[in-house]
């Protein structure tokens, strides 16, 4: 009776062998497509978070330039104010403004000066009577009286840090210039040759500058 109960049980048969290989090769094909499926999810979730890594927006502030010389004018800028502030530069504006009030009315006298007044013409159109002037103010500008004009309104706008004559000395500016471009064409007509090589080495309306 007890020999019965713990005899070994019986041998597989081919059948039972089959079935039981069958099982193995399934739960490998299960495990299979287990671990492929997770490979496949853990690459989708890789991409997933690759493009949303791509399409945030970077936190690095823009460059300004190929080596971010913005910022370096931008620096410059802060320290130029933190030096001189906009109450100094003011001043300094208003200042400047003074300089070229008194530089404006002693150009234009001194080419008053230069040709007298009787030859004086508020016409761009020159006279029959037109000489031309190539000493005094003339020998550093060709027309010292709209460049003292223009100093003087300019001038004028800046000590006053006014808006709106600094509106009306551009517009002053601009009659000016055309005045200016009226009466040389006049000039050239009646002095030919002599007023073009006269032109060619002064300067137009301000000493040094224009």
Do not use: C
């Not at 945030?56 to 802060?78: D, E, H, T």
């Not at 223009?150 to 840090?161: C, K, R």
């Amino acid at each position: 009776m007890i020999s019965e109960l713990i005899s070994p049980p019986p041998p597989l048969s081919d059948d039972d062998e089959e079935s039981e290989s069958e099982l193995e090769d399934s739960d490998d094909d299960f495990t299979r497509r287990a671990a492929a499926t997770e490979a496949t999810a853990a690459a989708t979730f890789d991409e997933n978070n690759l493009d949303s890594r791509k399409k945030k927006p970077s936190s690095s502030p823009p460059a300004l330039g190929a080596r971010g010389g913005g910022w370096v004018l931008a620096q410059f800028a802060a320290l130029f104010f933190v030096v001189f502030p906009p109450t100094a530069i003011t001043l300094a504006i208003q200042v400047s403004g003074i300089f070229a009030i008194i530089a404006g009315i002693a150009l234009a006298a001194t080419g008053v000066s230069s040709i007298g007044i009787r030859s004086l013409s508020p016409f761009p159109v020159p006279r029959r009577s037109n000489q031309l002037a190539e000493k005094g103010a003339y020998g550093l500008v060709r027309h010292p009286m709209y460049g003292g004009l223009i100093l003087f309104a300019g001038g004028a706008a800046a000590a006053s840090a006014s808006p709106g004559r600094a509106a009306a000395a551009l517009a002053l500016f601009f009659i000016l210039e055309n005045k200016m471009i009226l009466e040389e064409k006049g000039m050239r007509k009646k002095h030919g040759a002599r007023y073009e090589a006269y032109a060619a080495k002064t300067r137009k309306a301000i000493p040094f500058l224009w």
